[in-house]
Nanobody
Framework: QMQLVESGGGLVQAGGSLRLSCAASGGIFSGSTSGWYRQAPGKQRELVATIFRSGFTNYADSVKGRFAISRDIAMTTLYLEMNNLKPEDTAVYYC?????????WGQGTQVTVSS
């Protein structure tokens, strides 16, 4: 069974940057999709960024040009580089991966952007 552990969250001022990491065990980020989601208080969880098996990436309109998803060569770590952060980016960020026809979630990491 695949396990995912996020890290890298924290408190940052608006305009700042953070890099989130998601470490995998029991599996790798080689499935059809791997991605980052976020959930702000009182809101539904939303898709932020996706990387497909091919390496193609896709982003929510709200983060295009500011966030970048990537994975390491071994496909054991998923990253989310976040630049020019805004207060509305404040949320718990979760990584998600499809592996052998199952979907897995991490426990989340808090990102707080102060104005």
């Amino acid at each position: 069974q695949m396990q995912l552990v996020e890290s890298g969250g924290g408190l940052v001022q608006a305009g700042g940057s953070l890099r989130l990491s998601c470490a995998a065990s029991g599996g790798i980020f080689s499935g059809s999709t791997s991605g980052w989601y976020r959930q702000a208080p009182g809101k539904q969880r939303e898709l932020v960024a996706t990387i497909f098996r091919s390496g193609f990436t896709n982003y929510a309109d709200s983060v295009k040009g500011r966030f970048a998803i990537s994975r390491d060569i071994a496909m054991t770590t998923l990253y989310l580089e976040m630049n020019n952060l805004k207060p509305e980016d404040t949320a718990v960020y979760y990584c998600n991966a499809e592996f052998r026809s199952h979907y897995y979630w991490g426990q989340g990491t808090q990102v707080t952007v102060s104005s």
